[in-house]
């Protein structure tokens, strides 16, 4: 198991999937089940749905990007942390906390740094999460043991990523489900798997999200509590969970793919090369004729959209293997 080696640094800087729809409060309401079973002694398989905990005190949320994943917690805190390398996410993350009500903007706040060195105290968060992030973690061994500083002895980790998209088109008032409406479909998301894999640079970082669902990450964490196999204080659920966007239209989802790192880098290595092909428009054209709505305008053809999302949960964690 090497998740711990370093990645050699790209000359072009590829970023972690940023086409992810600001709707996760599913999967933080998750977490902070999972906190309140294990701050309660509960089996914490069954998530203790039931009820929820006054506000845990603070979390830092590692890669925080924007900030729309640490405002997803803002109602469970008394006081986020969000943190992102890039000074530039930061500002944006700033600027997005105080569009937001001042009771949720209260309590977050940014810093410039990295999940290698957190700006922290030792024991002094209720929770660490890595939204999307544990992958682009320089060293993953060294932000474990971060997080496993930052944290309280009760406190717990969370780490989530995605897969690629998946999409299925809107049937129109006069359409009716059929096996060839799902053939069409599956055609649709052949033509989408390809766009990323083939068309796009994906960065090898990023197979650990997209392929293996953190199984390996999953794999070499180990916790306080033993016996590790089988254990209630670290659980991986890549089943049930799923954040879903409906009513997009076509050409709100070209915007999207626009943003994804590994199609920006593929458009660098085009032009470098001279070549005037634009991957993003033949999937565009090749989807609408799968479809069989050619003539049909980009913004009056509706996707829904569903990213598959695998999560690890976590009490303090010892080391990664």
Same mark, same amino acid.
């Not at 944006?92 to 810093?111: G, M, W």
């Not at 033509?191 to 068309?199: A, T, V």
């Not at 239209?249 to 070209?254: D, K, M, P, Q, V």
């Given at each position: 198991?090497?998740?711990?080696?370093?990645?050699?640094?790209?000359?072009?800087?590829?970023?972690?999937?940023?086409?992810?729809?600001?709707?996760?409060?599913?999967?933080?309401?998750?977490?902070?089940?999972?906190?309140?079973?294990?701050?309660?002694?509960?089996?914490?398989?069954?998530?203790?749905?039931?009820?929820?905990?006054?506000?845990?005190?603070?979390?830092?949320?590692?890669? &925080?990007?924007?900030?729309?994943?640490?405002?997803?917690?803002?109602?469970?805190?008394?006081?986020?942390?969000?943190?992102?390398?890039?000074?530039?996410?930061?500002?944006?993350?700033?600027?997005?906390?105080?569009?937001?009500?001042?009771?949720?903007?209260? &309590?977050?706040?940014?810093?410039?740094?990295?999940?290698?060195?957190?700006?922290?105290?030792?024991?002094?968060? +209720?929770?660490?999460?890595?939204?999307?992030?544990?992958?682009?973690?320089?060293?993953?061994? +060294?932000?474990?043991?971060?997080?496993?500083?930052?944290?309280?002895?009760?406190? &717990?980790?969370?780490?989530?990523?995605?897969?690629?998209?998946?999409?299925?088109?809107?049937?129109?008032?006069?359409?009716?489900?059929?096996?060839?409406?799902?053939?069409?479909?599956?055609?649709?998301?052949?033509?989408?798997?390809?766009?990323?894999?083939?068309?796009?640079?994906?960065?090898?970082?990023?197979?650990?999200?997209?392929?293996?669902?953190?199984?390996?990450?999953?794999?070499?964490?180990?916790?306080?509590?033993?016996?590790?196999?089988?254990?209630?204080?670290?659980?991986?659920?890549?089943?049930?969970?799923?954040?879903?966007?409906?009513?997009?239209?076509?050409?709100?989802?070209?915007?999207?793919?626009?943003?994804?790192?590994?199609?920006? &880098?593929?458009?660098?290595?085009?032009?470098?090369?001279?070549?005037?092909?634009?991957?993003?428009?033949?999937?565009?054209?090749?989807?609408?004729?799968?479809?069989?709505?050619?003539?049909?305008?980009?913004?009056?053809?509706?996707? +829904?959209?569903?990213?598959?999302?695998?999560?690890?949960?976590?009490?303090?964690?010892?080391?990664?293997?």
């Amino acid at each position: 198991m090497h998740v711990h080696t370093k990645v050699p640094h790209q000359s072009v800087k590829k970023t972690r999937n940023d086409i992810l729809p600001h709707d996760g409060s599913t999967i933080a309401r998750r977490i902070v089940c999972f906190m309140q079973a294990v701050s309660q002694s509960h089996n914490v398989s069954k998530h203790a749905r039931s009820k929820m905990t006054p506000k845990f005190e603070s979390m830092v949320d590692v890669g &925080c990007g924007d900030g729309h994943s640490s405002a997803l917690f803002a109602p469970y805190f008394n006081k986020v942390t969000g943190i992102d390398k890039s000074k530039a996410q930061v500002i944006k993350a700033e600027e997005y906390a105080r569009t937001l009500d001042p009771k949720s903007s209260s &309590c977050l706040q940014f810093q410039v740094a990295s999940g290698e060195n957190m700006p922290l105290r030792d024991s002094s968060q +209720d929770l660490v999460c890595f939204s999307r992030s544990f992958h682009w973690m320089e060293l993953m061994s +060294d932000a474990m043991r971060e997080a496993r500083r930052v944290l309280k002895p009760d406190g &717990c980790l969370a780490m989530y990523c995605t897969g690629f998209p998946k999409i299925s088109k809107q049937l129109s008032p006069d359409e009716h489900a059929s096996n060839v409406t799902v053939k069409k479909n599956k055609k649709a998301n052949e033509l989408l798997d390809n766009f990323f894999r083939h068309d796009c640079e994906i960065h090898p970082r990023s197979v650990l999200a997209v392929d293996d669902k953190y199984q390996k990450i999953y794999e070499a964490i180990t916790v306080d509590h033993e016996p590790r196999k089988g254990s209630k204080f670290i659980i991986i659920d890549d089943k049930n969970l799923a954040i879903r966007k409906n009513f997009v239209t076509i050409r709100e989802f070209a915007q999207m793919l626009q943003s994804y790192a590994g199609y920006r &880098c593929a458009k660098i290595t085009l032009s470098e090369s001279n070549s005037q092909n634009d991957p993003l428009n033949d999937f565009v054209n090749n989807l609408k004729s799968t479809w069989s709505v050619d003539k049909l305008p980009n913004d009056e053809i509706y996707l +829904d959209i569903t990213w598959d999302v695998s999560l690890i949960l976590s009490t303090r964690p010892a080391k990664l293997k």
